[in-house]
């Protein structure tokens, strides 16, 4: 029962490079959402999907997007990572919106 | 302007005594409140959740308490155990008005329960 998975669980990047975190959900929730997490800063919210094709921004948009092709798997992407994208990014997913939400064991990418 | 506040970064308790983690909120328009669990290098685990038409929701040794006209909520954990020691966020859910419900989170309490 593997509930959200998160791809990879490490990264260093560079400043300028690109990359892509994958999540994938196994509980057929319509909602995900990608948070990253800083020291002393609680959780906030990058991007969400409401379901299959659909995304819209969150507090911290900048610099990211995203794609929820498939129902189970939302991407979140850096076209050009900078050290202030350096966190903890968590995927999560729910059954209802604004519920219950099930996490990732997180991503914790460094930008040097 | 932060909404969802959580005003002790730490707390610590002895084992078996009651832990209580506050919570003060600005928007009136939160209408759910829940608590998560977070370990290291772990991601946040629900843990009990309250509506915002009751004022107490209880599950096992977790107990919330929501006091609308203080805008002011607490996690009771009794008794408290050293699995028990984690960091907490206190979260709440509030209708965007643009098609959608936004979750806000405090910043967390790291829980330490002494042996």
């Known amino acids: 029962n593997a509930g959200v998975t998160q791809t990879p669980k490490f990264r260093v990047l560079k400043t300028g490079q690109s990359m892509t975190l994958l999540c994938a959900q196994d509980?057929?929730?319509?909602?995900m959402y990608w948070y990253r997490q800083d020291p002393g800063m609680g959780l906030r919210l990058i991007h969400y999907?409401?379901?299959?094709?659909?995304?819209a921004k969150g507090e911290v948009p900048d610099g990211y997007n995203v794609s929820r092709l498939k129902k189970q798997n939302f991407l979140l992407g850096l076209e050009s990572a900078a050290p202030s994208q350096t966190s903890v990014y968590f995927c999560?997913?729910?059954?209802?919106?604004?519920?219950?939400?099930?996490f990732g064991q997180g991503t914790r990418l460094t930008v040097v | 302007d932060q909404q969802v506040k959580q005003n002790s970064p730490s707390l610590s308790v002895q084992e078996g005594r009651i832990s209580i983690l506050n919570c003060d909120y600005t928007?009136?328009?939160?209408?759910?409140f829940l608590w998560y669990k977070k370990y290291p290098a772990e991601g946040p685990t629900f843990l009990i959740s309250?509506?915002?038409?009751?004022d107490k929701n209880e599950d096992g040794r977790f107990t919330v308490f929501l006091n609308k006209s203080a805008k002011h909520l607490s996690l009771h954990i009794v008794p408290s155990q050293p699995g028990d020691s984690a960091v907490y966020f206190c979260?709440?859910?509030?209708?965007?008005?643009?098609?959608?419900?936004?979750?806000?989170f405090g910043k967390g309490t790291k829980l330490s329960v002494i042996p």
């Open positions: 999560a997913s729910s059954q209802r919106q604004g519920r219950e939400a099930f």
């Open positions: 509980m057929n929730h319509e909602y």
């Open positions: 999907s409401v379901g299959e094709g659909t995304t």
């Open positions: 928007n009136s328009m939160f209408d759910y």
């Open positions: 309250i509506s915002s038409i009751k």
């Open positions: 979260a709440a859910t509030s209708w965007s008005g643009a098609g959608s419900y936004q979750l806000t």
